[in-house]
Nanobody
Framework: EVQLQASGGGLVQAGGSLRLSCVVS????????IGWFRQAPGKEREFVAA????????RYADAVRGRSTISRDKAKTTAYLQMNNLRPQDTAVYYC????????????????????WGQGTLVTVSS
């Protein structure tokens, strides 16, 4: 059974940092792509960042580019999303997702390419 366990969310003041983690288990593909998405209250889910499995190429949403870094530790089957200089508009539930297929980097912002999703972790940024 494939499971994604997201953690690391919490309450932080504006300007602070958080590192989200996503532990992937039960996934048999070695080179899987990982994406992070978020959903704020009353809003649609939106893409945040992704890392391609075979070469580690990354993609970021404009809203977080320059403030966030996605990475992965294959040995630990864990992906990370380091978020710095957090803003109140970053408040949302953050979800990680995986896909066993490789795409051009532009496709990783599409949520329909991901096969499995984690349960989400809440990030709240106070002003």
């Amino acid at each position: 059974e494939v499971q994604l366990q997201a953690s690391g969310g919490g309450l932080v003041q504006a300007g602070g940092s958080l590192r989200l983690s996503c532990v992937v288990s039960g996934f048999t593909f070695d080179d899987y792509g990982i994406g992070w998405f978020r959903q704020a209250p009353g809003k649609e889910r939106e893409f945040v960042a992704a890392i391609r499995g075979n070469d580690g190429h990354t993609r970021y949403a404009d809203a977080v580019r320059g403030r966030s870094t996605i990475s992965r530790d294959k040995a630990k089957t864990t992906a990370y999303l380091q978020m710095n200089n957090l803003r109140p508009q970053d408040t949302a539930v953050y979800y990680c997702a995986v896909t066993p297929r490789s795409y051009n980097t532009g496709s990783y912002s599409r949520d329909d390419i991901y096969d499995y999703w984690g349960q989400g972790t809440l990030v709240t940024v106070s002003s």
